[in-house]
C-alpha cells in the first residue's frame, strides 16, 4: 500500500546512480533513519521519489509527507495512523507498533519548516521539540521500518545519533557533476565545449541550471560563450537571487558574520584562522563554521593533510556582489 498523494511530480532523469546504490544498500542493510540535507533544488524530493520507485515493492507500507504547513507532531502521527488503520484494520496503538509488526518506508520532506530562523541550523521551534524525541526513538528503538527524513539543514542531534547508532545515515547531497550536461543537452544549449565550465560555475545543480539555461535561451539565443564572457570572477545570478536570500535569511547573527568575512577571502581558510576583525569568540567561530557546513553552505576540504572551508562560490557572489548590504 502506498500513500504518495501528497507528493510533488518531479523529474529526475539524470544521474544520481552512486546516491541511489549508496540509498538502497543502507534500506538492505536495515538502517532505520536516514537523512537527506542539500540546499533547495538540489533534487533531494526528486531522487528520493525515483529511489521510492525502485524500492516499493520490498515494504509493505509506503507514506510520504511534508512538513511544508507545519504540523505538530501528533497531527503527523494521528495521519500515519489513519493511513495504516484503514489499510489493514488492525488498530495498533503507537506509530513504533505499526513499524514493528510491518516493513514500512515513511519519508518526512521539508523539515527545515520546523526549525528556527535566525539560529544556529536544524534548532527545532520551542514547540516543536517532541519531533527530535521521535526521530531518536526510530532511531534506536529495534523495528523493521525506514524514516526517510528530507531537509535543507542537517540538525545536530541527527549528527550525534549517527555516530552513535549503526542503523542511522545521512546522505549530503550535491550537484550532478557531469550528469547535469543532459540538462544542457535537453533544452539544446550551443558551444558542447564550454558546458563543462557552465556546469563548474553553478555547481552542478539541477534547478539552477535548468533557470540560467532558460536565460541564455531568452538573451543569449543558447550561446554559452557568449553568456560565459566575463564571468570568471562575477558569476550571473539574476533569478537565482531570492532563492539564495531564502537560505541567507535563516542564519544567525554568528553565523552572517563568518560568512561575510568568508566571502571577503580571497583563497579557501584553515580551522587555525580566525577573523580577526570579529567580534566571535573561539567558541562562537567554531560553532558557525559548523552550523554553516550543515546548511551546505560551506564545506571542507583537505589541503595537505588539513581540513580547509570554502564558502560556495554562488554564495560568494551574492554576498560581495548584492546591494542589500547582507
Ligand atoms: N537528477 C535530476 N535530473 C533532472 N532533473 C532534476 C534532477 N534532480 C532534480 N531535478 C529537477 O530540479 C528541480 C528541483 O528538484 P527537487 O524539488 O527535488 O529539489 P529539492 O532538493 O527537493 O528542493 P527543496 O528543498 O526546495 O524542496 C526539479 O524541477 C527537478 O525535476
Ligand atoms: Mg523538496
Redesign the pocket.
Known amino acids: 500500500m502506498i500513500d504518495l498523494k501528497k507528493a ?1 511530480q ?7 546512480t552512486l546516491e541511489i546504490s549508496t540509498l538502497k544498500k543502507w534500506i538492505e542493510n536495515q538502517t532505520q533513519l536516514i537523512t537527506i540535507y ?10 528520493t521519489l525515483k529511489l521510492i520507485e525502485e524500492i516499493k515493492t520490498e515494504f509493505d507500507y509506503i507514506i510520504y509527507r511534508s512538513l511544508d504547513n507545519i504540523p505538530q507532531l501528533i497531527d503527523i502521527k494521528d495521519d500515519f495512523k489513519q493511513f495504516f488503520f484503514t489499510s489493514q484494520s488492525n488498530l495498533l496503538s503507537d506509530i513504533i507498533d505499526y513499524l514493528r509488526s510491518y516493513r514500512c518506508l515513511i519519508i518526512l ?2 523539515l527545515e519548516n520546523i526549525f528556527k530562523i535566525g539560529e544556529l541550523s536544524g534548532q527545532y521551534l520551542t514547540e516543536y521539540k517532541n519531533y527530535g524525541k521521535f526521530f531518536k526513538q526510530i532511531a534506536t528503538l529495534s523495528h523493521q521500518s525506514c524514516l526517510i527524513l ?1 531537509s ?1 539543514e542537517l540538525p545536530p542531534d541527527l549528527e550525534i545519533l549517527e555516530q552513535d547508532h549503526q542503523y542511522t545515515q545521512i546522505l549530503s ?1 550535491q550537484g ?1 557533476g557531469e ?1 547535469a550536461k ?2 544542457l543537452r535537453h533544452k539544446d544549449l550551443k558551444n558542447q565545449e564550454m558546458w563543462n565550465q557552465l556546469i563548474n560555475l553553478y555547481q552542478g545543480h ?2 539552477w541550471l ?1 533557470i540560467i539555461t532558460s536565460t541564455i535561451l531568452e538573451l543569449f539565443d543558447g550561446d554559452v560563450e557568449l553568456f560565459l564572457e566575463d564571468q570568471e570572477n562575477n558569476i550571473y545570478l539574476g533569478d537565482l537571487e531570492p532563492i539564495i536570500e531564502s537560505h541567507l535569511q535563516r542564519l544567525s547573527a554568528s553565523e552572517k558574520k563568518l560568512i561575510n568575512w568568508l566571502a571577503s577571502q580571497n583563497e579557501r581558510v584553515n580551522i587555525a584562522q580566525k577573523p580577526t576583525n570579529s567580534e566571535l569568540s573561539k567558541s562562537e567561530f567554531l560553532q558557525a563554521i559548523k552550523s554553516l557546513m550543515r546548511r551546505g553552505l560551506v564545506d571542507k576540504v583537505p589541503i595537505d593533510k588539513r581540513s580547509h572551508f570554502k564558502i560556495h562560490p554562488i554564495f560568494k557572489q551574492y554576498i560581495n556582489h548584492s546591494n542589500i548590504g547582507f
Open positions: 510533488p518531479l523529474r529526475c532523469n539524470y544521474g544520481r542539500g540546499l533547495s533544488g538540489i533534487g533531494k524530493t526528486a531522487l520532506d521539508d528530507i535543507w547531497l550532478l550528469d543532459e540538462i539541477p534547478s535548468n
